[in-house]
């Protein structure tokens, strides 16, 4: 007996007389020495426990009972039908160029020692809860689970652990739900549906000669699939759907699924500006960059009759990268933020369709990634359709060298994923896939996965032959009619159209094409090529905007966020600490934690919803934040910020799981979908944003140049050399400093929690705003609690974002100044502790960039021109010498050190980020530090 399906009667119900009775004596012999009995009725035992007959349960099958004395036959028969439903699928017609053997030896009758004859002699009862009509005994039940479990749909659901789920499953496969037969109807319009997906890229094929579109066919029924999951959660008043795919297939999706017109998609090969084609009815957008991108990139939205609105999500090559970002604009689309308090989820409002090549899946591991998303509170989008766009073959690499698992949806077992796969030339059976696939995600709320098996008809792309590496493959493609030809026969055989009207249509679409690229042609010579400009909003490099708040509400905030629910306790050392927020708020003592919650607490007032994730984010990786707190006697959780007065929107601060590409790439897309919401997102040291690069090199600082896509996400990275290794020391600035162009971002590194506190709530003003841009922070560490980098009340409720600060009692007398230090972060606090106030170093002036990128060169230059007597302008880092900000400030610093003698003071070119061990890294900070403060004079 199978572990992975059980029959719903008990076995027990097919013994009578002496046989129950046989097993009966058995059962005792069990009870006393199990090692004496049969495994077979060991296992029996041990799962159905004592035998005996249920009233009712007796199966009483047209005069047919179980073979006298024969249980093994019962038994056997029993795990035929465990097999057929487990290990159908490997006998499955689900292949359509019939290239990969099938497996049938597991599931034929010989292998359980049984017969037809002896099947006969078996009720039916035993398989069935409720059996299927027309299904008399054992042999009729075992050739319809055959008939159910290997056809062109195959299943894999046993790993599902839920019982309601799996026995919901193998109802809806075994009753005949799954498999209703289309209508007469239906079917015309799925010719009529393949017709045209079909030929739109035969059209481009021979129009566009030589241009990539990196076509699907042979997955034509890819749309099919669309279609009817699209129909079923519509009916299902689900409001938004987000899609994310790559390349494969994605400009027939573009036309048949987002409705981009025929002309619109000619026009893109054509070279044709495609707005000249743009629907009047309003319900198609695009938004575009100034810097643009490939046309199988491109995404679009539309909003269909009913007011469903579909998003094709833009994409970069880099395969599956996109699907993050995916469900994070799905989840976006089911919160509610506007309310105060957390935001409310609610799964039904939004749909997340992943579509994957079949390599890709098994090999990206951002797919799992995302898969372990499926039942977090924070990253849960209820339940993803996965579509693997199965055509056996990555570029020219074959199954056998991609991965090591049967399927390519293996991966997706480990998270109790059912697995449906499908023959893609079978477009009938591709929509009941459809239609159960949606309905299932619709009822259980989780992620399911749809394997549409199909093949490749060209190379790669259309310049690729494949003939030169995957001969023996493509003999057999040259050979198999398209998924439209075999449909249209299919029709022809059962009499619903004729081959001439089959052969009609097809000429009739093709013609409309035609048309539809006569149009572009026509339109050209009105195609202006107008260039698409940067907006206005985004040239201002230093957007001055209010963030002041009025002293009392502040202090209404900091007194509320100190009162607790009715007998809560947090922990007695938090709750210290917390209190101590309340002197800390009239003493000039507000550190980087306390302004940060302050800074979300006006935030939320002004009626900007926050949301903040990461690893541990609601206590803070350095126990600074405590935004969740934990009651010590029962766990209870609070939330501050739930609590306060005047609260016009939501907050919501997740633990994340334990991942950065797929977090990152998820809080980006929530902004994207939800660009009124304040997404913050902290790496836990910042050097593990690495794992996240892709990220930002291809969605966060180019998208708006590539896409036209706006977003205000916040990326906070903890950074600082303290002594702790090379991996917990850089985030590796460098990278977004290099990065930085087109005001496309905003870097920066604060060295003092009230300008920290500005910045948030500048860049909050900022969202939904033309010139809004992401905002990376370099954040601190031992700054967190440094008195030195602490704000005031005053500085909270008056100040605005500084992106240059002068170090107080330097600089003062300005003919002695010869020397000025430029730096950022927490190195300039260092020299704040060494020059205390001021005494002693006349000859210096320090002065902190606090905004690293747009670099505020105006700001420095003016400063710089107050001291006549400057010699030297010296950049300090602790960071290496070829990281950090050195060099990215380095054109700058020549044109602001003209004239006088630029000097680099920092820790040489290293291939590591930092010293591993502590006391060489002290002595090393203490250098720098030494150097920079040092008189011009006596440095060499
Ligand atoms: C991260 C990444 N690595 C490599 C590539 C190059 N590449 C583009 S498509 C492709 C094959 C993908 O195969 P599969 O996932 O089966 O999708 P198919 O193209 O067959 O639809 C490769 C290797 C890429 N785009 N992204």
Partial sequence: MSNNVTTVSSPWSAFSGPNLGYVMEQYD???????????????????????????????????????????????????????????????????????????????????????????AEIPAAIFFKDVPAGVKNGKDAIDYLKSVYTDKIA???????????????????????LKQALSSDEKKALLDRLTRVENFEKFIHKTFVGQKRFSGEGLDTQIVLFDEILKTVEANKVENVRIGMAHRGRLNVLTHILNKPYDMMFSDFAHVSNDLFMPEHGRLEITKGWTGDVKYHMGASYTRESGMNVKLAYNPSHLEVGNPVVLGSTRATQDETSKPGQAVHNPAKGLGILVNGDAAFPGQGIVTEVLNYSKTEGFSTGGTIHIIANNM???????????????????????EVPVVHVNADSPEAVAQVGRFAANYRQKFGKDIIV????????GHNETDD????????????????????????????????????????????????QVAYDHVKEMAAKDEHKQIEMPEELKIEF????????????????????????????????????????????????????????????????????????????RGTFSQRHLVLHDKNNGNVFTPLHHISGANASFTVHNSPLTEAGVVGFEYGYNLEKGNVLSVWEAQ????????????????????????????????????????????????????????????WFVANCSNAGNYYHLLRRQAAMLETEGVRPLVVVSPKSLLRHP?????????????????????????????????????????????????????????????????????TAQVADIIAKYPNVKEIAWVQEEPKNQGAWNYALETLYELSEGKKLRYVGRPAMSSTSEGDADSHKAAQSAVIEEAVAETVKVK
């Fill in 29 to 119: 012999l069990f009870l006393q020495s199990p090692e004496e009995v049969e495994p077979e009725l060991v296992s029996l035992f041990q799962q159905f426990g004592a035998p005996v007959v249920v009233e009712g349960d007796v199966a009483v099958v047209s005069g047919s009972a179980a073979p006298a004395g024969d249980y093994k036959k019962v038994l056997a028969a029993v795990k035929l039908a465990d097999a057929i439903r487990s290990q159908g699928h490997l006998a499955a017609d689900i292949y359509p160029l019939k290239n990969r053997a099938l497996q049938t030896a597991q599931i034929e009758e010989s292998a359980f020692n049984l017969s037809p004859a002896d099947l």
């Fill in 155 to 177: 299943f894999e659901y046993g790993h599902v652990v839920v019982t309601e789920e799996r026995d919901w499953i193998q109802t809806q496969i075994e009753s005949g739900s």
């Fill in 466 to 513: 494949p003939t030169v590496t995957n001969p023996e493959t493509y003999k057999l493609v040259a050979k198999h009619d398209t998924i439209r030809t075999l449909y249209g026969a299919q029709l022809v055989s059962e009499g619903l159209v004729t081959a001439d009207e089959v052969a009609a249509l097809d000429a009739a679409i093709y013609a409309e094409m």
């Fill in 543 to 618: 957007p001055q905007i209010d963030t002041a708040v009025g002293a009392e509400r502040l202090q209404t905030i900091n007194e509320e966020l100190l009162v607790f629910e009715q007998n809560f306790e947090p922990q007695k050392k938090l709750g210290k600490i917390l209190e101590k927020r309340r002197d800390a708020f009239t003493s000039a003592k507000i550190d980087w934690g306390h302004a940060e919650t302050l800074a979300y607490a006006t935030i939320i007032q002004d009626g900007t919803p926050v949301r903040f994730t990461g690893q541990d984010a609601q």
């Fill in 393 to 415: 073959i990555g570029f020219t690499t074959e199954l056998q060298d991609s991965r090591s698992s049967v399927y390519s949806s293996d991966p997706a077992k480990g998270y």
């Fill in 685 to 744: 040291f910042g050097d593990f944003a690495n794992m996240a690069q892709v990220m930002f090199d291809n969605f966060i600082s180019g998208a708006r140049s590539k896409w036209g896509q706006k977003s205000g996400f916040v990326i906070l990275l903890p950074h600082g050399y303290e002594g702790q290794g090379p991996e917990h020391s850089s985030s590796r600035m460098e990278r977004y400093l290099q990065m930085s162009a087109e005001n496309n």
């Fill in 451 to 458: 394997d549409l098996i199909g093949y490749r008809r060209h």
């Fill in 788 to 856: 030195l980098a602490a704000a005031s009340a005053e500085q909270l409720a008056d100040g605005s974002f500084q992106e240059v600060i002068e170090q107080p009692g330097l600089g003062t007398k300005t003919e002695s100044v010869e020397r000025i230090v430029l730096g950022t972060g927490k190195v300039m606090i260092d020299l704040a502790d060494r020059v205390k106030d001021g005494e002693g170093f006349d000859h210096l002036h320090i002065v902190r960039v606090e905004q690293l990128y747009p670099f505020p």
